[in-house]
């Protein structure tokens, strides 16, 4: 009697917990059927390698390697001796450019003054001129009179024909008549001034700035170093800008869309989800970009499952208290119910264009969130979830405390 109340009771057990397994395991079934989730992903970034655009020597150095930098703040500078003797050359040749010019201009207008004096002179001598011309008709003054009056006309002609020629050739000395341009807005002076920028850009560049914020990295630059142009000093790590590179295989990208929702967990911070969506598929797999493709025309070729790089990109931003550093290792799982979005096209690069022009990129503080499509996964709160796989044996648990209720 009792082995037979046993066995009811252990079949009873059975059967109860084979009902209770049926809910749990429809949510596996649901779930790895509507994500798709790789380990082979990391942490990704553009770093900035920051180099000098001038030639010098290092006087001072204000930061260290793993140091916080902001945008603008001064990371070293260099002797800038030689290039403030630049700029006074420079500005001395602007004053000296500037005193051409006035010096042209006196010409000018000396030359203006003889242009006037000329006239004048043509003016009595052709009064003169037409008085002879009357009285040697009248017969009372003599021919050489008369000859002396022409030749004073031709005379004045000519003086007044030169001072128009000098004029002239004083307003083309100064670059076009004087009441066209300012006083000092002539190619002499602009090329001066040219020049005075380019020292005064030179002697800028010997204080060297952080071109963002970001974490200091790879440190080369020290006191008394000679650097050269375009030479890496240093580089920097922005923290806004980081992303995930996901390597999906071939074979799991069919349904994969950009817009799609995404979860990101760290290695280094376990029981931790970042929230993100899909911003872009690459146009190859990682072997084709690689250094040495693989060439399947040579040899015996076998057929190996290739892998595709997927942009994820954090979704507002990276908690301060859970940074992501370059090279993390990071599990990302992809829901691919909603299959709508675009194949290529990349979420960011539509906020930079505007119309038929590209505004310039890189200066996105945060990257933008796409619209929650419908039956997509709902963004999880900040404070941290389950990690990946422990979501699902969450979903357990909960079931089989719904069951004994």
Not at 30 to 53: I, K, M, N, Q
Not at 57 to 81: A, C, F, I, P
Not at 130 to 143: P, T
Not at 348 to 371: C, D, F, L
């Amino acid at each position: 009697m009792n082995s037979y109340l046993v066995r009811r009771v252990v079949t009873a057990i059975v059967v109860i917990a084979l009902i209770g397994a049926i809910i749990p395991g429809y949510h596996y079934y649901e779930y790895f059927e509507s994500h798709v989730s790789t380990d082979d992903a990391y942490v990704d970034g553009t770093v900035a390698l920051v180099s000098s655009r001038v030639a010098g020597t290092v006087t001072d150095v204000y930061v260290e390697d793993n140091w916080m930098v902001k945008e603008g703040q001064l990371l070293l500078t260099l002797d800038s001796r030689d290039f403030d003797v630049r700029v006074q050359q420079a500005t001395a040749q602007l004053d000296r450019a500037r005193q051409s010019v006035d010096e042209l201009v006196a010409e000018v207008q000396a030359a203006h003054s003889g242009v006037e004096l000329a006239q004048s002179q043509y003016r009595q001598a052709k009064i003169d001129y037409d008085r002879a011309v009357q009285l040697k008709n009248q017969g009372v003054v003599s021919s050489e009179y008369y000859d002396q009056a022409t030749t004073g006309l031709r005379i004045a002609a000519a003086d007044q024909a030169l001072a128009e020629h000098q004029l002239t050739q004083a307003e083309a000395a100064l670059g076009g008549p004087s009441e066209d341009h300012a006083r000092y807005n002539r190619p002499v002076v602009q090329q001066a001034e040219a020049a005075l920028k380019a020292a005064e850009l030179d002697q800028s560049y010997t204080k060297i700035t952080a071109p963002f914020t970001g974490i200091v990295t790879h440190k080369s630059a020290h006191v008394g170093n000679r650097i050269q142009v375009g030479e890496p000093l240093l580089a920097i790590v922005p923290l806004g800008k980081l992303y995930i590179t996901a390597n999906f295989k071939e074979t799991q990208l069919t349904d994969v869309r950009v817009g799609q929702h995404a979860t990101v967990e760290a290695d280094i911070y376990p029981g931790y989800t970042y929230n993100g969506h899909v911003d872009s598929i690459s146009m190859g797999t990682g072997a084709a970009f690689s250094l040495l493709p693989p060439e399947n025309a040579t040899g015996n070729w076998v057929k190996v499952v290739q892998r595709v790089p997927v942009k994820i990109v954090i979704d507002g931003g990276i908690p301060e208290d859970k940074p992501l550093r370059l090279g993390l290792s990071v599990e990302v799982a992809i829901d691919i119910s909603d299959t709508r979005g675009p194949l290529l096209t990349s979420i960011v690069q539509q906020h930079y264009q505007k119309g038929s022009q590209t505004m310039p990129n890189e200066s996105m503080r945060v990257a933008p969130i796409p619209n929650v499509s419908p039956g997509a996964e709902p963004s999880a709160s900040s404070d941290g979830q389950p990690r990946l796989f422990n979501h699902l044996n969450h979903l357990f648990h909960h079931e089989d405390h719904s069951a004994a209720q």
